[in-house]
Nanobody, 118 residues
Framework: QVQLAESGGGLVQTGDSLRLSCAIS????????VAWYRQFPGKEREFVGT????????YYANSVKGRFTISRDKAKNTSDLQMNSLRPDDTATYYC???????????WGQGTQVTVSS
C-alpha cells in the first residue's frame, strides 16, 4: 500500500511560478513511476509528466514541456512539480500518482487546486 499527499496549490497570476509537492509513504517500488496529472472541471484527468523513481528520468506532455519540471528526492520520498510561466489554462486540480508505468497508476493522492488568474 502506498499513500500520496499533494501540497502547494493555490491562487497565482499569469506568469507566476508555483511548486507542488507530493509526499509518498508506504512501499514505493523503485521501478515505478511517479506521475503528475491534472483534471479540468468536467474533463478526464490528463497526463502532465512523470519521473521514473529509480533513474530520475522524466518526460512531459507537450502542453507543459519547457515550463514544468518534475523532480524527486529519494531520501525524503517526495516528488515536486515546479510550474513556471503559468497560464489561466493551467487552472486545474493536480494529482500525483504512482504505478508501474505513467499510464498505469495504482495509487493516487487527493489532489491540490491550482488557479491561475489572468
Amino acid at each position: 500500500q502506498v499513500q500520496l499527499a499533494e501540497s502547494g496549490g493555490g491562487l497565482v497570476q499569469t506568469g507566476d511560478s508555483l511548486r507542488l509537492s507530493c509526499a509518498i509513504s508506504g512501499r514505493l517500488l523503485s521501478s515505478w513511476h511517479v506521475a503528475w496529472y491534472r483534471q479540468f472541471p468536467g474533463k478526464e484527468r490528463e497526463f502532465v509528466g512523470t519521473i521514473r523513481w529509480l533513474y530520475g528520468t522524466s518526460y512531459y506532455a507537450n502542453s507543459v514541456k519547457g515550463r514544468f519540471t518534475i523532480s524527486r528526492d529519494k531520501a525524503k520520498n517526495t516528488s515536486d512539480l515546479q510550474m513556471n510561466s503559468l497560464r489561466p489554462d493551467d487552472t486545474a486540480t493536480y494529482y500525483c500518482g504512482t504505478g508501474p508505468d505513467s499510464d498505469r497508476i495504482t495509487y493516487w493522492g487527493q489532489g491540490t487546486q491550482v488557479t491561475v488568474s489572468s
